[in-house]
């Protein structure tokens, strides 16, 4: 991995957006249109905001959630309304278009048969921000969770997979690690030394869902942490 420590969260915040500015608009001059995946959480919430007050020309960008809790999109726990209150209902311009997770919060059967219809699913994302938990979940593949397992295996080939959380609510959707690594750009951005050293640790004492990322994309990966 490319682990790139700052001194401060703001200054990671900054970073992030520039290098994401620049990304896009390298991926722009070549590609008719650009599929992005973002994290929900505390974590990313100012960054999301400057992205928002920045140059970048969101036509022809769609975005979604690398992963989704099956709440109603007007619940306080829903990261799509995150989403749109901190990133696409600040954007200026032309807003990007916008893929929910969740179409049938009631049924997490039938709101997966739903996903697998829309086919900019099955696009290789051209980037992906991600959070880490201090239990070493990312997207929404958990420990100790029996779905989250067969969603981590490499050989799995679905894109999207219902899972379950260890906190309320539990019912979770969210994208295959196999589909994750596919992205061509990857973002790990985190805060805290509690998280720094699950990160870092070369002989993990467990099996943490990060580890199986971390290995998975070895150097492709970029992991900006701040304290």
């Known amino acids: 991995m490319n682990l790139i420590k700052f001194k401060s969260k703001e200054i990671l915040e900054d970073k992030l957006v520039a290098d994401t500015v620049s990304i896009i608009q390298k991926l722009q001059k070549n590609q008719n249109s650009l599929f992005l995946l973002f994290s929900g959480g505390s974590t990313p919430k100012i960054f999301l905001q400057k992205l928002s007050n920045t140059a970048i020309n969101w036509t022809n960008i769609t975005i979604s959630l690398a992963d989704e809790r099956l709440v109603d999109s007007k619940s306080e726990y829903s990261n799509g309304k995150f989403l749109f209150e901190n990133l696409i209902n600040r954007i200026k311009s032309d807003k990007p278009k916008f893929l929910p997770l969740v179409q049938d919060p009631k049924n997490e059967i039938n709101n997966l048969l739903l996903l697998n219809q829309e086919s900019l699913f099955s696009k290789k994302p051209d980037i992906i921000f991600l959070g880490m938990g201090n239990d070493g979940h990312f997207a929404s593949l958990f420990p100790n969770d029996n779905n989250s397992e067969i969603g981590l295996n490499t050989n799995y080939n679905e894109i999207l997979l219902n899972t379950n959380a ?62």
């Open 166 to 227: 260890p906190v309320h609510p539990e019912k979770r959707v969210s994208f295959s690690l196999n589909h994750i690594i596919k992205s061509t750009h990857l973002f790990l951005f985190c805060t805290g030394e509690e998280k720094l050293n699950i990160i870092t640790n070369t002989t993990p004492k467990e099996e943490l869902p990060i580890y199986n990322l971390l290995e998975s994309r070895k150097n492709a990966i970029s992991v900006y942490w701040a304290p």
